[in-house]
């Protein structure tokens, strides 16, 4: 039977510190946020993930933030090299937990590239080119993924911190996907569900088994998504959410057998 894992780590005291790119600094409840992601964790536990917790890194603002660290895939697990110089020293301490899961590679040189600006959907990767992430690191990605059979599908993200701000897996066969953040016709052949246009933050969800983890302050779209029959979980992330969080950013995801 398949396992399924959920890599987080623990938010860190120093969160009120953490990288901004498109929010402005605003202070942040770090107990409230603390909450909210134990809150967090218990509904990746009640989708049927195992909590892997990883060891908590305080001198490091954007820790909790673990997604960005890995693209995890069944094959293998590529250890990334964000684009923020800051958060580079959280990659080692993610690629030591995957690799007793499965062999992990990683990017080298003037290869950036952040686990949030990729969207695995079945043999291909769409690959964000933010901030964040640069063509040399989907040239690497790529590099890694091909033999596996992998496609890489680059995207132009300027809107949005990342790509899956902007678009995510939400159903089977569904995306949910702000057309403002990013164009739609790469993803022609998934069924669509446009967000709120009061909610341009609401494409991030988290689909883990038959439960997709939404943030509950985007209700509309949220309906938007039950109205196709996808079981939603909502989350209050909202403190998380002053540092760019979304809910996908705060789990690494690892299925194994």
């Not at 202070?27 to 603390?34: F, S």
């Not at 590529?78 to 690799?99: C, M, N, Q, Y």
């Not at 059979?149 to 990342?162: K, R």
């Not at 439960?211 to 109205?227: E, H, K, P, V």
Request: glycine share 6%; net charge negative; aromatic share 4%.
């Amino acid at each position: 039977m398949t396992r399924t894992l959920a890599l987080t780590r623990a938010v860190p005291e120093s969160l009120a510190r953490c990288e901004l790119t498109h929010l402005a600094r605003t202070p942040i409840d770090l107990a409230r946020a603390r909450a909210q992601h134990t809150a967090y964790e218990h509904a990746l536990a009640v989708a049927g993930c195992e909590l892997v917790r990883l060891p908590e890194l305080p001198e490091f603002a954007d820790s909790v933030f673990v997604e960005d660290c890995a693209v995890v895939l069944d094959e293998l697990a590529i250890a990334t090299r964000p684009g923020a110089l800051s958060r580079r020293g959280e990659v080692e301490s993610v690629a030591a937990a995957l690799g007793a899961q499965r062999e992990v590679r990683s990017l080298t040189g003037d290869a950036t590239l952040d686990g949030g600006d990729v969207l695995a959907l079945e043999r291909t990767l769409f690959v964000g080119l933010s901030r964040r992430t640069n063509a040399e690191g989907a040239r690497q990605l790529h590099a890694l993924t091909a033999p596996f059979g992998y496609a890489i599908v680059p995207l132009a993200v300027e809107s949005a911190l990342h790509l899956k701000t902007a678009v995510t897996r939400a159903g089977e066969r569904t995306l949910v996907v702000n057309p403002q953040w990013v164009e739609t016709r790469s993803f022609a052949s998934w069924e669509r569900i446009e967000v709120d246009a009061r909610e341009p933050f609401a494409a991030n969800v988290l689909r883990v088994r038959d439960t997709t983890i939404c943030a509950a302050a985007f209700s509309r779209t949220n309906d938007r998504l039950r109205a196709r029959g996808i079981a939603v979980n909502a989350v209050d992330v909202s403190e998380l959410a002053k540092a760019e969080a979304g809910v996908t950013c705060c789990a690494l995801i690892a299925s194994l057998g």
